[in-house]
């Protein structure tokens, strides 16, 4: 198949402490125990890779370097 399955972002290197849903059965967010967003898991992404992007930026406002590590990885 010549479709994405699937992507994992690594924004930071540390330990995963849970796994959170960030849209419904498409995006995914690993976070260490306090909270920081270590990775991102986005299923099926095509065409909704902007509104994953967005979603996270949302849930994770209170961390700006988030803004630029994402800028940065895609």
Same mark, same amino acid.
């Given at each position: 198949?010549?479709?994405?399955? +699937? ?14 849903? %960030? ?5 995914? +967010? @690993?976070? @260490? ?6 990775? %991102?898991?986005?299923? +099926? ?5 902007? %509104? ?23």
């Amino acid at each position: 198949t010549n479709h994405v399955l +699937a992507i994992y972002l690594r924004l930071r290197e540390g330990e995963v402490a849970r796994t959170v849903e %960030v849209h419904q059965d498409e995006c995914y +967010a @690993d976070e @260490d125990a306090s909270g920081q967003l270590l990775g %991102v898991e986005m299923l +099926a992404p095509g065409g909704h890779l902007i %509104v994953h992007i967005g979603d996270i930026e949302n849930r994770y406002r209170e961390q700006p370097e988030i803004n630029l590590l994402l800028k940065e990885a895609m």
